[in-house]
């Protein structure tokens, strides 16, 4: 089947085919340009992606997937649930001593997790449709994937929907929201040649926030203004992304969370446990799993006196997604965190946490210890007077 006269395939067809694969939503959408251009530019002329230099690269093929595929018709969109709708079990209460892990970086690394799979989806599409061209991508790669998602009307696994009959909308914090399996998801895609039936408008314009506010109201940081995030004040992005210093104005917001931050996601109605509006078909993907709860928190003191060194970052994230962080950002962030607890005054090492006190002021001293480590201990300490 080649790209010019092919015959429209029916979109059910491959939506089942990723439904076996374990993708909890699937759907399939027009190959088109982003709706979003302008606003996109103006959130990376004003630095709001902070370092994430990947979002200033393959800017073509971001703006319009036609310029990833030459000749994209369509582009398949999938998503991974990481995480259950309302589970209150993965709200971990950090005890004095430790610090909390985000949900997303506790489980095996979810891009591995799923670039497994759409590679697969790819391989068994090329097989079936030989001639057409494929482009897999996961959600750091050069595609709008929230968009597309939105186009695509995603299906839930087992839902029975008609296709584009389910949808799903980006919220005020800029994630991706599936009506009935919430927002805890990872999504990954292809754009390829084919051409698929495909019925109705491309895009449901349905802002379904509403009045809602409650996203923004619970940042702790104020990251978050309608339907826009400025990464550089985001707690996800402090902690995971950023590779310097963490401008000290924004230690209280960072709380207790050692490696990214829920909190968005954890006040938004779409991922309440027993809300109406939630299917019975969300579903974990085992491979994001966390059996041993070996990563919902991390001892702050055991973080603080590990060596700057790759057996370390092993043995504490090991296999985790929390490895995007190097162990000298882990120590920044145990650090702040410490400090917080200080503040609050608690910690290891009894309540006024002299034991953290002890090792914040070894590290400020400590010249074999990374510069911005030291440089951390040293704004911790300031602010302790
Ligand atoms: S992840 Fe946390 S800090 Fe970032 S926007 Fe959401 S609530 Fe704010
Ligand atoms: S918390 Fe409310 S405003 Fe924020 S994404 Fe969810 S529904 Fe939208």
């Given at each position: 089947?080649?790209?010019?006269?092919?015959?429209?395939?029916?979109?059910?067809?491959?939506?089942?085919?990723?439904?076996?694969?374990?993708?909890?939503?699937?759907?399939?959408?027009?190959?088109?340009?982003?709706?979003?251009?302008?606003?996109?530019?103006?959130?990376?002329?004003?630095?709001?992606?902070?370092?994430?230099?990947?979002?200033?690269?393959?800017?073509?093929?971001?703006?319009?997937?036609?310029?990833?595929?030459?000749?994209?018709?369509?582009?398949?969109?999938?998503?991974?649930?990481?995480?259950?709708?309302?589970?209150?079990?993965?709200?971990?209460a950090?005890?004095?001593?430790?610090?909390?892990?985000?949900?997303?970086?506790?489980?095996?690394?979810?891009?591995?997790?799923?670039?497994?799979?759409?590679?697969?989806?790819?391989?068994?599409?090329?097989e079936?449709?030989?001639?057409?061209?494929f482009?897999?991508?996961?959600?750091?790669?050069?595609?709008?994937?929230?968009?597309?998602?939105?186009?695509?009307?995603?299906?839930?696994?087992?839902?029975?929907?008609?296709?584009?009959?389910?949808?799903?909308?980006?919220?005020?914090?800029?994630?991706?929201?599936?009506?009935?399996?919430?927002?805890?998801?990872?999504?990954?895609?292809?754009?390829?040649?084919?051409?698929?039936?495909?019925?109705?408008?491309?895009?449901?314009?349905?802002?379904?926030?509403?009045?809602?506010?409650?996203?923004?109201?619970?940042?702790?940081?104020?990251?978050?203004?309608?339907?826009?995030?400025?990464?550089?004040?985001?707690?996800?992005?402090?902690?995971l992304?950023?590779?310097?210093?963490i401008?000290?104005?924004?230690?209280?917001?960072?709380?207790?969370?050692?490696?990214?931050?829920?909190?968005?996601?954890?006040?938004?109605?779409?991922?309440?446990?027993?809300?109406?509006?939630?299917?019975?078909?969300?579903?974990?993907?085992?491979?994001?799993?966390?059996?041993?709860?070996?990563?919902?928190?991390?001892?702050?003191?055991?973080?603080?006196?590990?060596?700057?060194?790759?057996?370390?970052?092993?043995?504490?994230?090991?296999?985790?997604?929390?490895?995007?962080?190097?162990?000298?950002?882990?120590?920044?962030n145990?650090?702040?965190?410490?400090?917080?607890?200080?503040?609050?005054?608690?910690?290891?090492?009894?309540?006024?946490?002299?034991?953290?006190?002890?090792?914040?002021?070894?590290?400020?001293?400590?010249?074999?210890?990374?510069?911005?480590v030291?440089?951390?201990?040293?704004?911790?300490?300031s602010?302790?007077?």
């Amino acid at each position: 089947m080649g790209t010019g006269e092919q015959a429209e395939v029916d979109p059910a067809i491959v939506i089942e085919a990723c439904h076996a694969l374990g993708f909890v939503l699937a759907g399939v959408a027009p190959a088109e340009p982003t709706r979003w251009r302008q606003q996109f530019l103006d959130w990376l002329a004003a630095g709001k992606h902070g370092e994430m230099g990947y979002m200033t690269e393959h800017l073509a093929e971001r703006l319009d997937v036609r310029a990833l595929v030459p000749g994209a018709q369509s582009v398949i969109v999938v998503a991974d649930q990481y995480a259950e709708a309302g589970d209150q079990d993965g709200e971990v209460a950090a005890d004095a001593g430790r610090g909390v892990v985000a949900r997303y970086a506790r489980g095996r690394d979810y891009h591995a997790v799923i670039r497994k799979r759409v590679w697969a989806l790819v391989d068994a599409l090329r097989e079936r449709f030989p001639g057409e061209a494929f482009r897999p991508f996961v959600d750091t790669g050069p595609a709008m994937e929230r968009e597309h998602a939105v186009r695509a009307g995603m299906v839930a696994m087992g839902s029975g929907a008609g296709v584009g009959g389910v949808g799903g909308f980006v919220g005020k914090h800029t994630l991706y929201i599936h009506p009935a399996v919430g927002s805890f998801v990872l999504l990954g895609g292809v754009a390829t040649t084919m051409r698929f039936r495909l019925g109705g408008p491309s895009i449901a314009d349905t802002d379904r926030c509403g009045t809602c506010t409650r996203c923004i109201d619970a940042c702790p940081t104020a990251a978050i203004t309608e339907y826009s995030v400025d990464a550089r004040r985001c707690v996800s992005y402090l902690t995971l992304e950023h590779r310097g210093v963490i401008d000290d104005s924004l230690h209280a917001g960072i709380g207790d969370r050692l490696l990214g931050c829920d909190v968005c996601q954890d006040v938004c109605p779409y991922n309440q446990r027993n809300d109406s509006r939630h299917g019975t078909h969300a579903r974990v993907h085992p491979a994001y799993l966390d059996p041993e709860g070996q990563h919902g928190t991390l001892d702050l003191i055991e973080i603080l006196r590990a060596k700057d060194d790759a057996a370390a970052r092993q043995r504490l994230l090991e296999g985790s997604a929390g490895k995007r962080a190097s162990m000298a950002m882990l120590k920044r962030n145990a650090i702040v965190v410490a400090g917080n607890r200080i503040a609050a005054g608690g910690g290891a090492g009894g309540g006024d946490g002299a034991e953290l006190v002890q090792e914040i002021r070894r590290i400020a001293a400590d010249e074999s210890e990374h510069a911005m480590v030291r440089e951390t201990a040293k704004q911790v300490m300031s602010a302790m007077g």
